[in-house]
């Protein structure tokens, strides 16, 4: 009982090959309150779709082009940090400090101990910076307070017509090698050809979706940033291996630059194959050609999360100890304060996406009326999706 299409052919598929009776019954997905721009969007091709969500892109993160070039070009820091513009700390921001709940103290020390850095971030819209142009005024908020000691840039910083075009000529490059790519998706291997439906949406979204606008461009951006640095003794990102953390590691490694660190900036789940590869990967007597760009060192916080990296692959060698910055704050809280207040709660974690959010707790307001007086109920949100 399903409204995911895919999800039910690969069932389809594996039932088949294990002689199982198999139904679906189709049911419609939860109403979500799209506009009809949105879903107008959803009927067109893939490429179409690629080609309006960048150029939506392009009219929304223009302002903040240009903003801390100066600083960026003449800086003479020599470690570089990528991450993430929001989930800063209101408080500090308002005064012009920049303080991210991400690293903690640690820009605060940098700057304590006269170690100029500079910091290249990806803005995402949040509760406290709602708008670029809002970014652009802390960017140049931060540049001005720190004098010189932190620059701060964003990463569409580096936008302008040429990326724009470079980002489409490799577009075409990829769509022209899209029939070889294509043939992945012909796996008939028996022990996982029922994965094949999820392969392949995935692969066409990589080929012509929006996805692969979106990474073209944040590959040539980050090879604009670092092309203007100085040759920087280290480079040090928040790890969770999206697809522009790639790109990042491969150019970094190409610009004759010293060790790049990531830096898992949470808890690692089991079940999150975001950070788990085949262990081949890991392979270091391989060429670079054939290997997945992965961080010369990984900074692992607690010891079930130096295990599971071990386990997932890495060698010892290759993982760091270090503290969890962005859990510190922790220390601070009295232990004796209970939530709970005699009641069994349920606590709810909302997603990172509004319509996975959005889902989730209408299935929440379905469930309410079933859900006993004794059950207090605690809602958590992702920092970057408040509701």
Avoid at 44 to 58: E, H, T, V
Avoid at 332 to 356: C, E, H, R, W
Wanted: proline letters at 4%; hydrophobic letters at 40%; a positive charge.
């Amino acid at each position: 009982v399903s409204s995911n299409n895919i999800l039910a052919k690969s069932f389809g598929i594996l039932c088949s090959r294990k002689q199982i009776e198999f139904e679906w019954q189709h049911i419609s997905p939860i109403k979500k309150s799209s506009s009809i721009i949105k879903n107008i969007y959803h009927l067109f091709p893939l490429i179409f779709k690629a080609i309006f969500s960048l150029i939506l892109y392009l009219i929304q993160h223009w302002p903040l082009r240009g903003i801390g070039l100066n600083n960026w070009q003449s800086t003479e820091a020599e470690v570089s940090f990528f991450s993430y513009f929001f989930n800063l700390d209101p408080k500090s921001a308002k005064l012009g400090n920049y303080k991210s709940q991400f690293w903690g103290n640690l820009p605060e020390e940098l700057l304590k101990d006269d170690i100029p850095t500079n910091w290249c971030h990806i803005y995402v819209k949040d509760r406290f910076i709602s708008t670029p142009r809002k970014a652009a005024a802390l960017i140049k908020q931060f540049n001005k307070i720190s004098n010189a000691k932190q620059n701060h840039i964003t990463i569409d910083t580096f936008l302008g017509w040429k990326i724009i075009v470079k980002t489409f000529l490799d577009w075409f490059r990829l769509l022209k090698r899209a029939k070889k790519l294509k043939r992945l998706s012909s796996i008939k291997k028996e022990s996982y050809d029922y994965l094949l439906p999820f392969f392949k949406n995935d692969l066409d979204e990589s080929i012509y979706g929006p996805t692969a606008l979106s990474n073209l461009l944040y590959f040539n951006l980050l090879k604009k940033a670092i092309s203007l640095l100085p040759k920087q003794k280290k480079g040090i990102y928040l790890q969770e291996n999206q697809s522009w953390e790639f790109a990042l590691i491969q150019i970094w490694k190409g610009s004759q630059n010293n060790d790049i660190i990531g830096v898992p900036h949470s808890s690692v789940r089991f079940w999150d194959l975001r950070y788990f590869f085949d262990k081949n990967f890991y392979n270091k007597e391989k060429s670079k050609d054939e290997n997945l760009p992965l961080p010369n060192k990984v900074a692992v916080i607690g010891k079930l999360m130096h295990k599971m990296y071990i386990e997932g692959g890495y060698r010892k060698s290759d993982l760091i100890n270090v503290e969890a910055l962005r859990y510190l704050y922790l220390n601070k809280i009295n232990i004796n304060n209970s939530l709970v207040n005699g009641k069994k709660t349920l606590l709810v974690l909302g997603d990172y996406l509004f319509d996975d959010t959005d889902h989730q707790i209408r299935i929440l307001e379905s469930a309410f009326s079933s859900l006993s007086n004794n059950i207090k109920l605690l809602i958590k949100t992702h920092p970057n999706c408040p509701i």
